[in-house]
């Protein structure tokens, strides 16, 4: 910009000056013409009457020699020249100024010279006998005098040089100053000269723009976090390189990252394990892959997409699940499903090889009843059995299995004990009822089978001899119900696990059972509301205790 | 924007993650080969230390061509150098991670003998590679110190195994050609602690640019 005003000063000025000097050399060219003919006729005049009046004497003595002065006779030889002898020079007769002042009594002419670039200006006047005076004087032409000019027009210039360059500098500054001093964000307020007034409205219309344009980003990109951070699966977009370009919390969580890890950074500092490197690899390779990552307890499932823009890939997005419960409930249903064939299978193969004996006839008459003893039992395991999952499922189901009644669980364990007196009796366990009258509300066959499978428990993994006592209480927390052993106990390992369906502490089957006992227990419970605590030491027994929420308070 | 030589770099860390993560199961999969006795799980780690192995010469080539086209300086020249080291002592872990699968057609481990502190031995190796790896991954100090710290407990557990197994073979429980292979056994993931320090060291270095063994 400097250089450009620069250059425009300078070019002005130097046209002003060539135009000034034109004109000036023009005008007093002419003027100066003017005047050296005037001096010249007047000089010549003084000289005329001077040789007028002295002849030759007047000539010849101090004459001045700043001007030539030529005397020419009448027939045109040259008298006196005060330049160059007389002699030598040519009849002038036929000179322009002498022929002229000879014919009117005075003349001029002018005459170029190309080698010394001046003019010389002749003036002749007739005296009186005849001869003509000749004064011819010089004057420089209007090239010379430009000539002459040159130097002090140089030195203007070289100021109008300097004049200019500091000028355009500071008109650069003085223009670009309020330009640079302009607040991009706040336009409103700058004050300046009036040509940036359509700049200035120019970008206090685009600031808004940006900003409306900043506001709808910004919430798009809130809307995004806000429902990204709000899903419990993990979301994780990540360009080619495996650089993370989005991620939210659950992501970092399920991967069990830090807290600030992440953007910018390659997915592969959040997890780097087999499945997850293979998933994030076939994902970039433009495939689609699932992968499940196990760590610590926990299972992640992996779904990975690749994304494409305009038919080339571009990166891809990564969805991490929780499937723990998932996997646990999975696992469970798969062992119980095993459990379950494997359970009716072995009294089916029982009476089937029974009632295979019996039908071929292998059987003596007085051992059939025994056989068909054995077909019996087993069928009725399998009819308990098949009850047990019947319940089992209908609890699971959650579904109504009968009216809510209080119920006197004192009076119930009452009734529960006779119906295991039988098997007591065999084993020489000594049952025993303790504490008093203690209300609970729930379903009547529901908290019967609590009971009833505590109870058969008890007695059934108790040892020759042993007891087994139930205890009825009302405590200010609601109804209590134990019943201890002094069985074979349960391990502590394994106490969590009693719970489960088909699990069994003693894996010989010799106590018989279903092994849906204490999961219909812990189902039961649950559906009443009421919670199942376990304490048992190994060899000394085991001692179940269900409390039950106080009546009134009572959920349903 | 991000030039060429940043995207290289960049480039350089997720190589190496990953080259860190094959390890971590070439020897996760060993020591699980060993104590299961699981053929499958065998070959898997000797599958990984091949893969380590073309790992090591990209990351290599790597290193050499951002060393060459980029004259890189101060941090970055740190970051390369260790780079190129780690490299070497990943693979040496890949190497003794692939010798212990081949180890386990050999050996089955005594049921229930004395020896589970071998097992505790893996156990402690698999963590000290796997916290190696981590600390170059989060470039953190701290965890990098830990690691060198751990190998001293690896050390104790590698004296403890050679004693149990010095009592194994005088009791004659077993052929004493079992018990000198757990004794490698044990020797390599002794080894692999080593190297699992070194790395650690090297991350060290490249974050401060002070080398632990150099004070």
Redesign the interface.
Known sequence: MTKRIFRSILAVALAVLLASLGLIVGVLHGYFEDRVAWELESRTGYIARGVEREGMDYLTSGLSRDCRVTWVASDGTVLYDNWQDAATMENHGQREEIREAMEIGKGRASRYSDTLAEETLYYAVRLSDGSVLRVSDTQYSVWRMVLQALQPMALVMALAFCLALWLASRLARQLVAPINAIDLNNVGTVESYEELAPLLSKIRGQNRQIRQQMADLKRQQEEFAAITENMSEGLLVIDR???VLSRNSAALRLLGG?PD?GVGE?V??LD???PF?RCVEEALAGRRCEGLLEKEGCCRQIIASPVEQDGALVGAVLIILDVTEKEQRDQLRREFTANVSHELKTPLTSILGTAEILENGLVKPEDVGHFAGNIHREAERLIGLVNDIIKLSRLDEGGPTGQWETVDLYALAEKVLDQVAAAAERKHVTLKLEGGPAMARGVPQILEEILYNLCDNAVAYNVEGGSVTVTAADTPQGARVTVADTGIGIPREVQERVFERFYRVDKSHSAGGTGLGLSIVKHGAAYLGARVSLTSRPGQGSTFTVEFPKVGKATE | MRNKFD?QL??L??EL??M??LC??AISAAAEALLKGDGELARTAIEAEREIDQKERDVESLCLKLLLQQQPVAKDLREISAALKMISDLERIGDQAADIAELTRYVRLPDGSGLLHIADMARAVIRMVTDS?DSF??RDLTLARCVCAADDQVDELFDRVKEELIAFIAAGAGSGEQGLDLLMVAKYLERIGDHATNVAEWVEYSITGIHPSSN
């Open positions: 390189e495996t650089r830090r890890g390659s592969y500092t780097r394990e087999a490197r | 995207e960049e480039r860390h997720v993650i990953q860190g993560a971590e199961d790896v991954v989060r």
